[in-house]
């Protein structure tokens, strides 16, 4: 994973139950969450508007005895994804990326965060700015079931003199 200039990824949040047994239906998705650097700001008075933010996500899936793992879909803010599950492991062994447009991201308001000089180098994680709902489409011969997952995503803001949000 090559970060970009205004993105650095450090943290992992999952979906869905953290274990399963081959007879158990298991959706975990875990992703990495952005680390975003913040200008310093001249006052408290303006949020802090996010640029658009880069998931990396990895697919652990399982499906009761007698149905298979067909689709996923994967929603953040009004960004959808949905892949066959074959194509996804084929491509990219369970891993794809998602970005969330800036324009689908609220202005975050972190009191205090990155005003002066000295707070250079301060890093904050704010938890809970986006939620991701997935759905796993298992299929047998004659029904399909439906398996859902919803989970907060985070941010880490770091402040840099040089850098701009």
């Known amino acids: 994973m090559k970060p970009t200039p205004a993105l650095l ?3 992992c949040a999952f979906l869905g139950p953290a274990t399963g047994t081959a ?3 298991v959706l975990v998705v875990s992703s990495s969450t952005p680390d975003v650097n913040i200008k ?3 006052s408290d008075r303006y949020s802090i508007r996010l640029p658009g933010l880069l998931y990396e ?3 652990e899936l399982g499906c009761e005895a007698g149905y298979e793992p067909d689709s996923v879909l994967l929603s953040i803010a009004d960004t959808r994804k949905r892949f066959a599950v074959s194509e996804i492991q084929e491509e990219s062994g369970d891993q794809f990326s998602m970005k969330i447009p800036a324009s689908q991201i609220a202005p975050l308001s972190v009191e205090g965060f990155c005003l ?3 707070d250079e180098g301060r890093r904050v994680t704010v938890r809970g700015i986006l939620s991701a709902q997935a759905s796993l489409l298992c299929s047998g011969v004659e029904d399909q079931q439906l398996i859902y997952a919803s989970r907060s995503l985070d941010v880490t803001l770091s402040c840099n003199e040089d850098e701009e949000n």
Request: no cysteine.
């Open 9 to 11: 990824i450090t943290l």
């Open 23 to 25: 007879d158990e239906t």
């Open 40 to 42: 310093i700001r001249p």
């Open 57 to 59: 996500f990895q697919l």
């Open 116 to 118: 002066t000089s000295g």
